[in-house]
């Protein structure tokens, strides 16, 4: 069974930053393609990054691109976001999510409504001005 729990949430003030962490198990890296989302009050759910089941590569959208980047660590099953020059529209709730399909990330971001087979719980963010 696929597990996925975040960590490393909280306030930061404009231009700082954070790192995301989503502890997950039950699965292997290189069978799923792996997303970050983030819903922010009012809005709905974005997909802002996935790396590739078929390829590993990485995409971005255009709100989070040159500012954020995700990795993984295999030995420690744990996916990360790190989320620099943070600004106030960045506050979100924000999820990492994974999915067994060979889906085409390059559609996938930027894109409301992409869903994913397994998430995890969230975590806040939230960006002071």
């Known amino acids: 069974e696929v597990d996925l729990v975040e960590s490393g949430g909280g306030l930061v003030q404009a231009g700082g930053s954070l790192r995301l962490s989503c502890a997950a198990s039950?699965?292997?890296?290189?069978?799923?393609?792996i997303g970050w989302f983030r819903q922010a009050p009012g809005k709905e759910r974005e997909p802002i990054s996935c790396?590739?089941?078929?390829?590993?590569?990485?995409y971005y959208a255009d709100s989070v691109k040159g500012r954020f980047t995700v990795f993984s660590d295999k030995a420690k099953n744990t996916l990360y976001l790190q989320m620099n020059s943070l600004k106030p529209d960045d506050t979100a709730v924000y999820y990492c999510?994974?999915?067994?399909?060979?889906?085409?990330?390059?559609?996938?971001?930027?894109?409301?409504?992409?869903?994913?087979?397994?998430w995890g719980q969230g975590i806040q963010v939230t960006v002071s001005s």
């Open positions: 790396i590739s089941k078929i390829d590993g590569a990485t």
């Open positions: 039950g699965f292997s890296f290189n069978d799923y393609a």
């Open positions: 999510a994974v999915d067994p399909s060979p889906m085409d990330c390059s559609l996938v971001v930027g894109v409301v409504g992409a869903d994913f087979g397994s």
